[in-house]
């Protein structure tokens, strides 16, 4: 059974840095093709991908905000960490921990979401 | 960034009837595409990936087609469990953006 779960604040102050982590489980992320992405989604808005990990330590960035991002992973924790810097209330939304499967990228799991509110 | 034009942003219909929805690429995708079912204040679900190819568990009555920039999105037979919000997804090239969503009422 794959399963995802997203970890951190619900409330963060403008100018602050959000550390999300992903805990997954039911599949490894050292497994060719495999990738563990962020997506998120504004209150009554689309959802809006911001990043992935790949098997082999790649990265890609959503370019409008790739100098605010920072994506890791530890393969042996299961984990997997988006950091989000100078945090603004237009950021506020449910980020989604998602799995891309080894044939595409895109999101066949998807985490519970957690709602993220930046507020002073 | 590769633009993602999904219409139409909402959709009236009566359960049986057959509904499309399209999606057009500002570039070229091949079949690098998913389409999405989101339920309100549920997680986005997984419906066809590869344009066409239904995800497992996925029913039937859904169905996908289209290559390269014009793709299209289609119940064969409208239910009520299935008046809520589409998005297509393009995944040919980070950032993998989607399209603005099609709210399906009835």
């Known amino acids: 059974q794959i399963t995802l779960k997203e970890s951190g604040p619900t409330l963060v102050k403008p100018t602050q840095t959000l550390t999300l982590t992903c805990t997954f489980s039911g599949f490894s992320l050292s497994t060719n093709g495999m990738g563990v992405g962020w997506i998120r989604q504004p209150p009554g808005k689309a959802p809006e991908w911001l990043a992935i990990?790949?098997?082999?330590?790649?990265?890609r960035y959503s370019p409008s905000l790739k100098s605010r991002l920072t994506i890791t992973k530890d393969t042996s924790k299961n984990q997997v960490v988006l950091t989000m810097t100078n945090m603004d209330p237009v950021d506020t939304a449910t980020y989604y921990c998602?799995?891309?499967?080894?044939?595409?990228?895109?999101?066949?799991?998807w985490g519970q979401g957690t709602l993220v509110t930046v507020s002073s | 960034d590769i633009q993602m034009t999904q219409s139409p942003s909402s959709l009236s219909a009566s359960v049986g009837d057959r509904v499309t929805i399209t999606c057009r690429a500002s570039q070229g995708i091949s079949n690098s595409l998913a389409w999405y079912q989101q339920k309100p204040g549920k997680v986005p679900k997984l419906l066809i990936y590869a344009a066409s190819t239904l995800q497992s568990g996925v029913p039937s009555r859904f169905s996908g087609s289209g290559s390269g920039t014009d793709f299209t999105f289609t119940i064969s037979s409208l239910q009520p469990e299935d008046v809520t919000t589409y998005y297509c997804?393009?995944?040919?090239?980070?950032?993998?953006?989607f399209g603005q969503g099609t709210k399906l009422e009835i």
């Open positions: 998602v799995r891309r499967p080894a044939d595409g990228s895109y999101s066949d799991y």
């Open positions: 990990i790949f098997w082999d330590d790649i990265k």
């Open positions: 997804q393009q995944y040919d090239s980070a950032p993998y953006t």
